[in-house]
């Protein structure tokens, strides 16, 4: 842990967003920490997944640094806050996946003869499972930072939002996405 992040975690709450608010990038890790494994806990509860539990974390967390309530002024009551913002999180993702249910179901039912999708597009579909999971492993063998890079470029946020994401800067971030584009041409 960095050394500077410990007396951080003596601060209160408001003393931490108002860190934050005046830029100290600490103060938004400190925070980070301290409810990172309460979330967790939450999303794992509900979502029965890690992998979907960890991007909740993360989404909550960019909703929360996108937050204009978060950036300008402190908040009172930041837990309830935060809690609210997870669970738009959950419900957004809920969302989400109701509606690719309804698409499936609504495809099954456009097909009344085949149990299936015909024979070339099972071949593709497999084809993309397997890119996937390509895709995937090579991921896994970046470093933590070009990761999460990656990954929120991969989503579709910008340069400026993924280095305020992770309290770096936007140079920091084109060479992280940089490198790990290079990594992931080399892995593939």
């Known amino acids: 842990m960095h050394k500077k992040l410990k007396k951080y975690q003596r601060l209160s709450e408001t ?4 860190r934050h608010i ?3 990038r600490l103060a938004f890790l400190a ?15 509900v979502s029965h ?24 002024d402190s908040i009172q009551e930041f837990g309830k806050y935060l809690v609210r913002i997870a669970h738009n999180s959950w419900s957004a ?9 309804e698409k499936a179901t609504q495809w099954q039912k456009e097909q009344p003869h085949q149990t299936s999708p015909p024979t070339n597009e099972l ?3 497999t ?16 470093s933590q930072r070009q ?20 309290s770096i800067t936007v140079t920091e971030v084109t060479g992280l996405i940089y490198r790990a584009k290079q990594n992931l041409g080399r892995i593939l």
């Open 93 to 101: 993702h809920l969302k989400k996946e109701k509606q690719r249910n």
């Open 31 to 45: 925070l980070y920490l301290r409810y990172e494994s309460k979330l967790m806990a939450f999303f794992i509860k």
């Open 49 to 72: 997944d890690e992998h979907t539990a960890k991007d909740l974390l993360q989404d909550t967390f960019v909703n929360l640094l996108n937050s204009k309530r978060f950036q300008k």
């Open 147 to 166: 990761k999460r890079a990656i990954s929120l470029w991969a989503e579709g946020y910008t340069y400026q939002q993924i280095a305020k994401s992770m």
């Open 22 to 24: 005046q830029g100290d």
């Open 127 to 142: 084809q993309r499972e397997a890119n996937i999971v390509s895709m995937e492993k090579a991921i896994n063998q970046l």
């Open 15 to 18: 003393e931490l967003l108002e």
């Open 123 to 125: 071949t593709e579909a």
